[in-house]
């Protein structure tokens, strides 16, 4: 395999605190990566780099790794703009939120649904996203809930089954019988294509008890629990994923001490979305007091069409270093390490020796521009798997 050096860097983030400036983002002026195939086999300062095949100069540029998106849901059809303008205007709307996109994905073609997912992350891509997990959930069907999962998994290895996304439209008023369907029929199809299994446990969802089944049911198939909990107010979510070592739960908005306290005590990572505020206009997440508790926090998009339709990562750190009590310097770790650890994944998120060679080149002498610089494109070039993937910028 050819070796390449990107060369003259101004400022790279690493996420290994044991390299540069010995923070957590490991940072080290005046530097180089070298990749070998689709890994990162030296990193340090520019003067010290070892000959390689190629160099790639990026001009003083800051180099962070690929944003790692833990929470997205892209296997869908239709669009919600008239819910999203009668929110924004203060009108009611009385239109089936959800299930809106639950009748508009079931009528779509697989061939649609997977241009559909192709399209965005092609949208993410060029906004540094160079991992992503996504979800099924549109579906409520065995049948669409297993071809959401066949689609997805063309796209990506991190593969959710969400078939307790809601009670299903066609079982509004035999809840415990679409539990069953979940834990039933509709795991045994669905098992094959995912590797973890989310509920969303919330008043008007999945209560704890329901939860906690479909988790257990999931678990004793394979699949590794995740869970979208305490969203909407104070509930069972977050202690529930503790319980099981959930890989992470997501959205985490409404917190009791001790939710924070079983957090910071477990290796369940707590997964904040800022987007979904930003688009209803809800309460944001305090990052800061989870942070300082000790816990370990992720930040991702919640790409979907109803409340979190934005596939930009960097806007998400915009919004967190605003907001919710964020650093720059958090805000990106948790966008990539963090985002990696949500996946349980130590081979992304970071640019150390041994990691997969994702790499983002901002337009910029450093990444706190990110937040610094809000809604600028300042994504320059994406490197995925050791390859250019997203050409360089012109200007």
């Given at each position: 395999?050819?070796?390449?050096?990107?060369?003259?860097?101004?400022?790279?983030?690493?996420?290994?605190?044991?390299?540069?400036?010995?923070?957590?983002?490991?940072?080290?002026?005046?530097?180089?990566?070298?990749?070998?195939?689709?890994?990162?086999?030296?990193?340090?300062?520019?003067?010290?780099?070892?000959?390689?095949?190629?160099?790639v100069?990026?001009?003083?540029?800051?180099?962070?790794?690929?944003?790692?998106?833990?929470?997205?849901?892209?296997?869908?059809a239709?669009?919600?703009?008239?819910?999203?303008?009668?929110?924004?205007?203060?009108?009611?709307?009385?239109?089936?939120?959800?299930?809106?996109t639950?009748?508009?994905?079931?009528?779509?073609?697989?061939?649609?649904?997977?241009?559909?997912?192709?399209r965005?992350?092609?949208?993410?891509?060029?906004?540094?996203t160079?991992?992503?997990?996504?979800?099924?959930?549109?579906?409520?069907?065995?049948?669409?809930?297993?071809?959401?999962l066949?689609?997805?998994?063309?796209?990506?290895?991190?593969?959710?089954?969400?078939g307790?996304?809601?009670?299903?439209?066609?079982?509004?008023?035999d809840?415990?019988?679409?539990?069953?369907?979940?834990?039933?029929?509709?795991?045994?199809?669905?098992?094959?294509y995912?590797?973890?299994?989310?509920?969303?446990?919330?008043r008007?969802?999945?209560?704890?008890?329901?939860?906690?089944?479909?988790?257990?049911a999931g678990?004793?198939?394979?699949?590794?629990?995740?869970?979208h909990?305490?969203?909407?107010?104070?509930?069972?979510?977050?202690?529930l994923?503790?319980?099981?070592?959930?890989?992470?739960a997501?959205h985490?908005?409404?917190?009791?001490?001790?939710?924070?306290?079983?957090?910071?005590?477990?290796?369940?990572?707590?997964?904040?979305l800022?987007?979904?505020?930003?688009?209803?206009?809800?309460?944001?997440?305090?990052?800061?007091?989870?942070?300082?508790?000790?816990?370990?926090?992720?930040?991702?998009?919640?790409?979907?069409?109803?409340?979190?339709?934005t596939?930009?990562?960097?806007?998400?750190?915009?919004?967190?270093?605003r907001?919710?009590?964020m650093?720059?310097?958090?805000?990106?770790?948790?966008?990539?390490?963090g985002?990696?650890?949500?996946?349980?994944?130590?081979?992304i998120?970071?640019?150390?020796?041994?990691?997969?060679?994702?790499?983002?080149?901002?337009?910029?002498?450093?990444?706190?521009?990110?937040?610094?610089?809000?809604?600028?494109?300042?994504v320059?070039?994406?490197?995925?798997?050791?390859?250019?993937?997203?050409?360089?910028?012109?200007?």
């Open positions: 395999m050819t070796t390449t050096a990107i060369t003259h860097i101004s400022a790279l983030v690493t996420n290994d605190p044991s390299l540069g400036d010995g923070s957590p983002l490991g940072l080290i002026q005046g530097a180089a990566v070298v990749i070998e195939g689709d890994r990162v086999v030296w990193t340090g300062e520019s003067s010290k780099a070892p000959a390689t095949d190629n160099a100069d990026v001009g003083g540029r800051a180099v962070i790794p690929g944003f790692v998106d833990s929470h997205s849901h892209l296997v869908f239709g669009d919600r703009t008239e819910e999203f303008n009668a929110r924004m205007s203060g009108r009611a709307y009385s239109a089936g939120g959800i299930r809106t639950v009748a508009a994905t079931r009528a779509a073609t697989d061939e649609e649904l997977s241009a559909n997912v192709a965005y992350l092609a949208e993410a891509l060029c906004q540094g160079t991992t992503f997990e996504t979800k099924s959930g549109y579906g409520l069907t065995v049948e669409d809930e297993a071809r959401a066949r689609v997805a998994a063309r796209h990506t290895d991190e593969v959710t089954f969400l307790a996304h809601i009670v299903s439209p066609d079982y509004a008023d809840p415990a019988g679409y539990v069953d369907l979940v834990t039933g029929p509709m795991l045994d199809a669905c098992a094959p995912a590797r973890w299994i989310d509920v969303f446990c919330e008007g969802a999945f209560d704890g008890d329901q939860a906690r089944a479909i988790l257990t678990r004793a198939r394979g699949l590794h629990p995740r869970i909990a305490n969203q909407l107010g104070h509930g069972p979510g977050v202690q994923a503790v319980e099981l070592d959930a890989a992470s997501d985490c908005t409404h917190l009791t001490d001790a939710d924070v306290d079983a957090l910071a005590q477990s290796r369940t990572v707590a997964t904040l800022p987007g979904a505020e930003f688009s209803t206009r809800a309460a944001w997440p305090d990052a800061r007091r989870l942070l300082d508790a000790g816990a370990t926090v992720a930040l991702s998009t919640d790409c979907n069409p109803g409340s979190s339709f596939s930009s990562v960097p806007f998400c750190i915009a919004l967190a270093v907001d919710m009590g650093t720059p310097d958090e805000a990106l770790w948790s966008a990539t390490a985002g990696a650890a949500a996946l349980r994944r130590d081979d998120g970071r640019i150390t020796p041994g990691a997969r060679a994702d790499l983002v080149v901002l337009d910029a002498p450093s990444h706190v521009h990110l937040a610094y610089r809000p809604g600028v494109p300042l320059h070039e994406v490197w995925r798997r050791g390859e250019r993937v997203a050409a360089p910028r012109s200007g």
